[in-house]
């Protein structure tokens, strides 16, 4: 019980408390280039939440496997080549591992959909080669690493795959919604110093604005499901 509770709050923080554009304001380069139709919004959140699972999968594989201090791989290798000696410390090539990780994740996503989908290709334009430098989910991998080194309570691959999920369809809730927002937004008499880009970034604050009220669900959501399981 204790375990699904922490996965439900990781969950929910990264798709509604915490959410990485709302919240951390990372990732809005696409949350604003692409949010102008709810269908390429859509797409496009789908597009980053696969790569945001594969990467976050990959990294704390690559992670606790390779760049941890005393990883199993570079010990047993420095092991074999010198033996007297302290393996050495990997964990300096995390950005590096870590964004070749992310662009093979992307170049993966856009051959698959440019393949299957080519209107939907054709819709991102640049967009999807860019979600190889969108710093949400090199965010996620960093947060993921981070949570492994926890004093506390390191995470494990569970951990980092519900997470990469949460963030990704949280991702996927802000861009819809402020797709949303944005098409409305054509049918309303605009002032025209306020047009393009002023009025979607404002739209964007007050969105932000409106997921503060979640703020301190999770201590609630705790409270409330260690009361229940110690009644």
Not at 176 to 190: I, K, S
């Amino acid at each position: 019980m204790e375990t699904l509770t922490q996965l439900f709050l990781i969950f929910f923080s990264a798709a509604i408390i915490n959410n990485f554009v709302l919240h951390y304001f990372v990732g809005v380069c696409p949350f604003l280039g692409v949010s102008k139709r709810a269908d390429a919004a859509f797409g496009m959140g789908a597009a980053v939440t696969f790569v945001m699972v594969v990467a976050c999968s990959a990294t704390w594989c690559l992670t606790y496997f390779v760049l941890a201090p005393g990883a199993p791989v570079p010990a047993y290798v420095w092991n074999l080549l010198a033996p007297d000696a302290a393996p050495p410390d990997l964990s300096i090539l995390s950005y590096v591992a870590y964004i070749f990780v992310i662009a093979g994740s992307v170049q993966f996503v856009e051959l698959y959909v440019r393949k299957m989908f080519p209107a939907l290709h054709k819709s991102f334009g640049i967009f999807l080669p860019l979600i190889t430098t969108n710093c949400a989910i090199m965010f996620a991998c960093l947060m993921v690493a981070r949570e492994m080194r926890s004093p506390v309570q390191a995470w494990g691959f569970t951990e980092a795959l519900v997470l990469a999920l949460g963030a990704g369809l949280g991702f996927t809730l802000a861009i819809v919604l402020m797709a949303g927002l944005r098409e409305e937004l054509e049918l309303c008499d605009v002032p025209k110093a306020f047009r393009g880009a002023a009025i979607a970034l404002l739209v964007a604050g007050i969105l932000a604005m409106a997921f503060m009220g979640f703020a301190g669900v999770d201590r609630g959501l705790a409270e409330f499901f260690a009361a229940a399981s110690h009644p």
